[in-house]
């Protein structure tokens, strides 16, 4: 079975890769999973204070990768995979990709404006050591397109 892996955030282009991702994944008898990033904060605050920020941190995220979620599987009727990781963003998606040999695509949406975002600049740039094919969704496609490529 196919599986997806879409890098979720609150940005359009992500919500595009998303949606690409579970159209296609419903064409090809596959599967889509959920990484929600959280980066590390970049300043030091006292432990507990960190902590809090981090913890809040990751729980908009958890709540953001569950509504997509629930929005696949109100579609589809398949419920994705979620993952909420901490860290360095390009890091994490290697080692997520590193760790399930299973992944069939990694899915990432561009900007309708403006540069493309450092995830899709980072494997872009690095598409060729990807252990899969990356997709990389533009940002300028309306949902009829977006089902349509699917």
Not at 3 to 15: H, N, P, Q, R, S
Request: charged letters at 20%; hydrophobic letters at 45%.
């Amino acid at each position: 079975m196919r599986k997806y892996l879409v890098v979720m955030d609150e940005t359009e282009e992500a919500k595009s890769a998303l949606r690409f991702a579970s159209h296609r994944a419903a064409q090809t008898g596959g599967s889509v999973h959920i990484l929600a990033l959280v980066p590390r904060q970049n300043f030091n605050a006292f432990g507990g204070v960190q902590a809090t920020i981090e913890q809040e941190a990751r729980e908009r995220a958890e709540v953001m990768a569950n509504s997509a979620a629930g929005n696949i599987f109100a579609e589809s009727g398949k419920m994705p995979q979620i993952a909420v990781r901490l860290g360095d963003p390009e890091a994490i998606v290697r080692a997520y990709l590193t760790e399930r040999e299973d992944i069939a695509a990694l899915v990432l949406g561009a900007s309708a404006e403006g540069g493309p975002g450092p995830l899709v600049s980072h494997f872009s740039a690095h598409a060729g050591s990807l252990p899969c094919p990356l997709y990389i969704i533009p940002g300028a496609l309306d949902r009829e397109a977006l089902d349509r490529l699917a």
